[in-house]
């Protein structure tokens, strides 16, 4: 049975680095073709898609926050990270990771955590 | 990146009715699509793959149908437990996008 957690801090200041954790269980990223995104979801908004470690670290970000997301993996404890740089605002959403196999949907999603931005 | 455009944007729809969402590809993505439903305050879960693949365990009231750049989704028998937010997803390209979504409604 594939489970997946968000963890991580509820209330991050603007300007400051987020940092989320996805502990998971059920799959192993050191086995082909397994996948792990983080999806995002404002208040009452759409979905948007972030970023995608694959099992052989492949990694793709969203063009539009490339420059600001970084995505790891600690294989050994069933975790990836996602940090996102100088938040603001805007970044306020329920973060979501999700099991990808083969990089393609999400089969499997976790329960979501809901990070706000606010001074 | 591929724009995916849902239509309509809102439903109104009775218990028992065919309801059909429709999800537009900027360009062509094959079949390279699934459908999700949310329910408020969940994550969503995935009903339909590979543009018409009906995900394990879902209803065969669900359906989809499509490739190119037009898809659609189809709910033949609307149920009570159906009334939700439903999205798109293309993975034919990175990044994945996703349409903006179609609530629908009790009538």
């Known amino acids: 049975q594939i489970t997946l957690k968000e963890s991580g801090p509820t209330l991050v200041r603007p300007t400051q680095t987020l940092t989320l954790t996805c502990t998971f269980s059920?799959?192993?990223?050191?086995?082909?073709?397994?996948?792990v995104v983080w999806i995002r979801q404002p208040p009452g908004k759409a979905l948007e898609w972030l970023a995608l470690l694959y099992w052989n670290d492949d990694k793709r970000y969203s063009p539009s926050l490339s420059s600001r997301l970084t995505i790891t993996k600690d294989t050994s404890k069933n975790q990836v990270v996602l940090t996102m740089t100088n938040v603001g605002p805007v970044d306020t959403a329920t973060y979501y990771c999700g099991y990808s196999r083969l990089a393609r949907f999400l089969n499997y999603w976790g329960q979501g955590i809901l990070v706000t931005v606010s001074s | 990146d591929i724009q995916m455009t849902q239509s309509p944007s809102t439903l109104s729809a009775s218990v028992g009715d065919r309801v059909t969402i429709t999800c537009r590809a900027s360009?062509?993505?094959?079949?390279?699509l699934a459908w999700y439903q949310q329910k408020p305050g969940r994550a969503p879960k995935v009903l339909i793959f590979?543009?018409?693949s009906l995900e394990s365990g879902v209803p065969p009231r669900f359906s989809g149908s499509g490739s190119g750049t037009e898809f659609t989704l189809t709910i033949s028998s609307l149920q009570p437990d159906d009334f939700a937010t439903y999205y798109c997803q293309q993975y034919n390209s990175y990044p994945r996008t996703f349409g903006q979504g179609t609530k629908v409604e009790i009538k």
């Open positions: 590979d543009g018409s």
């Open positions: 059920g799959f192993s990223l050191s086995t082909s073709e397994e996948g």
């Open positions: 360009q062509s993505i094959t079949s390279w």
